[in-house]
């Protein structure tokens, strides 16, 4: 059978021609897409994955539609119903059934399991975020400003966006923080990470879908894309159907996705790249230092200490303290930590932990976002000032979350002004969560690597996303300009 495509045809990106290669060639069929990426990237996307995406995104519109003529109150009724069904023990058990199933299947293959397991709490944070948002003001319609004319008036409100679509890693608790949209008008439509999709399934089945049809609220307001193929991801993110695209997950997956989403012409809010930084400095209180580097390594998510900066004058007094406590970590853990340390913060260890792997690190290294299960891995370095901590942290880190450990509000309010990141504290790093600090189920974290954010913060909600519509009242029937 003769092939669609050779594997010497090109494809031209951004005035460079790419060929398509042997396994591209020798899997496309009639009806198939291909994506050219910056930089020679071609993804190829079955007809199969198109074709359940498109019949998502549709379902997804014409719900968004409907959800023009319901009442805040069906979707605060919504939330309820939805907490409700996850608040029965038996419908849980049936859910939780699901997900060891996924837990096993994802361990067999050799998967990490860490974000992918439906814990108790997880249930609770669940219900908790399912009923913040019952309690939450409609954003439609919701007035934000009011400009008075003579003989007329312009008052801005909030108005939807449209069809959010969304690819999360494989946490069964996205749920909560995607159907947050509805609350501003949305209607929401996401693929999940194929490790997840059967208990994503089984949530859909037998508390999303009830939910939605006990509230009066359209069947398609909430779409699950049922592919465990990344493909599938590329085909939402490439339908221009959709307003937004979210994306959460590894940096590599993200920034990928995001590129299928911003060459398509759809905004992307992409949250990918993390780790934290620390930042110690001349009037840090050791003990202080002490508690607040364990609740920074306590799991490993985007929150996470990822680098810490010590002064050189605090150098040989707050070194050990450092790996202390990230022994203590790891002991807690029943693991090893791995810390990477340049040349003179390893001089400054004069008592080593058998809990603790020491490797030696470059400033470039300082980029690298350390990924780990059970055993705390991060870096050390030691620092000549604040400056120099500053001017490495807006070269290496990913323009997040940065902490500064210091008693003197000067050092901090340095920090403030010339650090580019969009979360600054003076603690733990782990802070940086809607959930926690905003009382508010996140969609993600956003940084600064591809510059600041456009009129919002970096904690993305349900209640966030919105236009903005313009509403004129002329009781001047002469007004002309």
């Known amino acids: 059978m003769k092939r669609a495509l050779n594997s010497n045809d090109c494809v031209l990106i951004d005035g460079t021609p790419y060929p398509i290669g042997e396994d591209i060639a020798d899997k496309f069929v009639p009806g198939d897409r291909l994506i050219g990426l910056s930089g020679g990237q071609l993804l190829h996307i079955p007809q199969a994955d198109l074709q359940i995406s498109f019949d998502a995104v549709t379902q997804n519109v014409e719900a968004f539609r409907q959800l023009r003529t319901t009442s805040a109150q069906q979707t605060t009724r919504f939330y309820e119903e939805f907490a409700r069904i996850l608040s029965d023990d038996q419908i849980f058990q049936r859910i939780q059934e699901v997900n060891t199933a996924d837990v096993l299947a994802a361990k067999e293959r050799g998967r990490s399991t860490t974000r992918l397991v439906l814990t108790d709490s997880m249930r609770r944070d669940m219900i908790a975020a399912l009923l913040t948002w019952a309690q939450t003001p409609h954003v439609d319609g919701s007035l934000l400003d009011t400009i008075q004319h003579s003989g007329w008036m312009v008052s801005a409100l909030k108005s939807p966006l449209g069809v959010i679509a969304f690819i999360f890693e494989g946490r069964p608790n996205v749920f909560a923080d995607a159907t947050g949209v509805l609350r501003s008008g949305n209607s929401c ?64 997956a993200v920034a990928q996705l995001g590129a299928v989403a911003q060459q398509h012409g759809i905004a992307a809010s992409l949250h990918g790249t993390g780790g934290a930084w620390m930042i110690v400095g001349e009037h840090a209180d050791a003990r202080w230092f002490d508690s607040v580097v364990g609740s920074s390594l306590d799991r490993k998510v985007c929150n996470t200490l990822n680098v810490c900066c010590i002064l050189r004058s605090r150098a040989e007094e707050l070194v050990p303290v450092f790996v202390d406590a990230l022994a203590r970590t790891a002991a807690k853990n029943e693991s090893q930590a791995v810390l990477h340390v340049d040349a003179e913060a390893k001089s400054l260890i004069t008592k080593q932990p058998i809990s603790t792997q020491f490797i030696m690190l470059e400033h470039s290294e300082l980029a690298t976002e350390w990924e780990w299960e059970d055993d705390p891995e991060c870096s050390l370095i030691v620092v000549e000032n604040i400056q120099e901590a500053i001017a490495l942290f807006n070269q290496y880190a990913p323009k997040f979350i940065v902490s500064v450990i210091s008693e003197d509000s000067i050092e901090l ?35 600064w690597q591809s510059g600041r954010i456009l009129g919002r913060g970096g904690i993305l909600s349900g209640d966030s996303v919105f236009s903005v519509r313009y509403l004129v009242d002329q009781s001047d029937a002469d007004l002309h300009r």
């Open 189 to 252: 439509v996401f693929r999940i990470g194929s490790d997840a999709l059967s208990t994503a399934q089984t949530i859909m089945d037998l508390a999303v879908r009830p939910a939605l049809s006990v509230s009066g609220l359209p069947t398609g307001a909430v779409m699950l894309v049922e592919s465990r193929s990344h493909a599938s991801g590329w085909a939402l993110f490439s339908d221009r159907r959709v307003s937004l695209a979210i994306a959460r997950g590894s940096g590599k």
């Open 413 to 447: 309010e340095q920090v403030w002004r010339e650090a580019d990141a969009p979360f600054v504290g003076n603690g733990m790093t782990r802070w940086v969560d809607g959930q926690f600090a905003l009382n508010k189920p996140e969609l993600g974290l956003s940084n």
